[in-house]
Structure formats: structure tokens, C-alpha cells
């Protein structure tokens, strides 16, 4: 039994599956090897990779499983990308009971695709059912479903190191019932859109930031260490108003002593001289506001393995950080996030002051360096077990 059939049930799980009256006859979940593929047979034009905006263009195909608390899963189709039909009053659209992942597929210079780090993916989509009450699925089972979609549609990953193919599983409550309650009917479903860089200002350019307490991506007891659409559309105001002040994101504060938690959508990083003296690579710790993000890990997980400075999971405050850089002991601060790997930051907006973060007149090296690190093991320039081949 896998680890993810635990989550998101209607009935108490346990190490030998789902328990209660429901689990005698329902499917706990889907299986790969019943997929059924009915691809498109009108194939889309390929965009030019150089050309693309994020999340705009789709493949010809997607993926659909659908659950219902009766029967459990129904067996999992491959089939030409369409609109989904739902009934207006379906829980995910009245009551945001729903949930996605990101995740990326790319063509290595060896001409072979891979994923990255996908497992981690599954695991955080699983936490994310469970918090949701959408239904548990075999994680295994669902990223074997992903391989072969992204196996259909392999000319739609793009013939570039500068982009990719990015994977969007999503589940979504479909109960036809205006009561806010666990829905009794859900889609499991994933698309497909290849993708450039994630900013419009190009790759690897320096971001300016907005910091300001009035506004809260999330808070302690709620959903922000899982991926649900609520805390992306919820935090679209406070962006415009960044945006309005000649920011490009939102540097995202807690509590009274205006902690540092994220950056826009990703996670944030600081490279500095601690108040110790020492050289330390720092991000806020996974307690419940923070999501577990796959670059994140993937960061500590190699500065772990260098050895080469202090790596600590930990609070910084705004002020901790302003004084940091009235005693020029900050060297670099960085987003991380699956859609843009990692986004140096040059510029805070904090209390009508700018300012100014010397990240780029150091380098800057450290972000560099995890750059292209992590692009040389997902382009095949590098062999890592993280890397997964899909063909």
C-alpha cells in the first residue's frame, strides 16, 4: 500500500487501505495500466520556444480520471484536450475545493526527456487532497499516468534549454450541491502547456519587491503548505497593487514582527553574514504557512551536500534583514520555484523606502551557481536520481 493512498479519504485510513462501509466496493485508486489512450488525430501547430508566455499555449491532449464516493475511481483516459462539463453548482467553483500541482518535463541535451523530482510533486498533491477532502489516490499509479501523457505528447516538449513542458495535475470537486460539505464527486485531471521563462522581464533578470504587512498570503492553522487555488487567487489584489508601485512582486510579511515568508509564488532565500559572523544560506522553516516547495528542497538539499556554509531553515524579520544591509553583511537574496528555478531580487519596497539588495554586484555567484546546477541535472548535462526518464 502506498504512502499516498493515506490522504484525503472519506473514510479513516490505515495501513491496510481505506476502512468503512464505502471501501468494500469502491476503486481506492486508479491503475496506469488500465489507462485508456484515444489521442487527438488534429494535431496544433508547435509554438517557437523563444516566443512563449507562460501558461498560454496547450498540447492536443489531457489526461481525466474521474471519482465518485459510490464506484471510487473510474479508470483513467488519455484524450484530446477539451472543456470540462460541470454543473453549476459544483463545489470547486462555489467553495474553492480544489487543488493543483506544478511541475515541469525537459528535453536534455541528449535528446531524452525527463521530469524532476516528480515523486516530491506527488507527495505534496496527496498532503494537498487531504487538506481539500478530496479523494486518496496512489501516487505511483498517477505520475505513471503522467509519464505516458507526457510520452504521447513528446514532440510538444520544446527542443530548447531555455523552456520546457509544464505539467498542471489538478483535482477539483464536481458535487452538484450548493452544501459546503465534502464532496461526494471529483475530476482528476492534467495538462499540458509548454512554457519559456516564467518573467517577462527574461530569465535570470533581477526582480523588485513590495513589502507590506496589511496583506497575508496565509497564517498559522490554514492552507498555506498545500497547493490550492485559494491561496493563488486570493493573493491577485495585493499583486496589482505591487504592480501599481513599480514592483513586480510581492514580498509576503507575518505577524508583528513582520517575518519574511515568500515571494510572490515562490519561495524566498537569503544569503548573508548571520548575526554570528557566519556565512549562512537562509529560508523560512515549513511551519504551516510555508509551501514545501520541490526547488526549495532541492536547494538545502544541495547546500546541505557542499559543506561549504551554514544552511538554516529559520524566521528573518525585516528588520533583522535592514539591518543586515546597514551593516553590508547581505550578499544575495532569491525566489525559488519550479516555474522560474531561481529569480534573483534587487529591490525592496518597505515603508517608502527602497531597498537596495546587492545581489547582482555579487555575482551573483550562489544564485548562478544553483541555477545551473539544477538546469544541468534537468537538461541531462548532469546525471542525478533526480532526474526521471520519461523516454
Known amino acids: 500500500m502506498m504512502a499516498g493512498l493515506e490522504w484525503g479519504c472519506h473514510n ?27 489521442p487527438a488525430t488534429t494535431f496544433k501547430e508547435k509554438p517557437d520556444p523563444s516566443g512563449l508566455v507562460f501558461g498560454t499555449v496547450f498540447t492536443d491532449n489531457m489526461l481525466t480520471i474521474e471519482w465518485s464516493l459510490a464506484s471510487g475511481w473510474e479508470k483513467p483516459y ?27 518535463a525537459y528535453r536534455g541535451v541528449d535528446g531524452k526527456i525527463r521530469l524532476f523530482r516528480p515523486t516530491l510533486n506527488m507527495d505534496r498533491m496527496a498532503r494537498s487532497a487531504k487538506r481539500a477532502t478530496l479523494p486518496c489516490f496512489d501516487q505511483n499509479e498517477l505520475l505513471e499516468c503522467i509519464r505516458k501523457l507526457v510520452e504521447v505528447e513528446k514532440e510538444w516538449v ?47 533578470n533581477p526582480i523588485s519587491l513590495w513589502a507590506d504587512p496589511k496583506y497575508v498570503r496565509a497564517w498559522k492553522g490554514g492552507t498555506g503548505d498545500c497547493k490550492l487555488g485559494g491561496n493563488y487567487g486570493s493573493s491577485i489584489y495585493a499583486q496589482q497593487e505591487a504592480l501599481e508601485l513599480g514592483c513586480q512582486q510581492v514580498l509576503w510579511l507575518y505577524g508583528e514582527d ?17 548575526e554570528d559572523g557566519e556565512n549562512e544560506l537562509a ?28 544552511v538554516s531553515e529559520r524566521y528573518i524579520t525585516m528588520s533583522d534583514l535592514t539591518a543586515a544591509l546597514e551593516e553590508n553583511r547581505v550578499k544575495e537574496m532569491f525566489g525559488a520555484g519550479t516555474a522560474c528555478v531561481v529569480c534573483p531580487i534587487s529591490k525592496i519596497l518597505y515603508k517608502g523606502k527602497h531597498l537596495h539588495i546587492p545581489t547582482m554586484e555579487n555575482g551573483p555567484q550562489l544564485t548562478t551557481r544553483f541555477l545551473n546546477k539544477l538546469s544541468d541535472i534537468q537538461y541531462g548535462r548532469e546525471d542525478s536520481d533526480w532526474a526521471v526518464l520519461v523516454s
Not at 481505506?18 to 485508456?36: N, R
Not at 452538484?176 to 535570470?204: D, E, M, N, R
Not at 513582520?258 to 548571520?274: A, D, K, R, S
Not at 523560512?284 to 557542499?306: E, H, K
Open 12 to 38: 479513516e485510513c490505515a495501513a491496510g487501505g481505506c476502512l468503512g462501509e464505502t471501501a468494500k466496493h469502491i476503486t481506492e485508486s486508479f491503475k496506469a495500466s488500465d489507462l485508456i489512450i484515444t
Open 78 to 104: 488519455i484524450k484530446p484536450l477539451e472543456n470540462l462539463s460541470l454543473h453549476p453548482a459544483s463545489s470547486s467553483l462555489h467553495y474553492a475545493i480544489e487543488l493543483f500541482e506544478g511541475m515541469k
Open 158 to 204: 520544446p527542443y530548447s534549454t531555455a523552456a520546457s513542458l509544464y505539467i498542471r495535475p489538478t483535482l477539483i470537486g464536481t458535487e452538484p450541491s450548493l452544501g459546503v460539505k465534502k464532496p461526494t464527486k471529483a475530476l482528476l485531471y492534467v495538462i499540458l502547456s509548454p512554457v519559456g521563462p516564467y518573467f517577462a522581464s527574461g530569465s535570470f
Open 258 to 274: 513582520h517575518q519574511i515568508t515568500e515571494v510572490g509564488t515562490m519561495n524566498l532565500f537569503l544569503y548573508w553574514i548571520n
Open 283 to 310: 529560508t523560512p522553516p515549513l511551519d504551516g504557512i510555508i509551501l514545501p516547495g520541490v526547488t526549495r528542497q532541492s536547494i538545502l538539499d544541495l547546500a546541505c551536500n557542499w559543506e561549504e556554509f551554514k
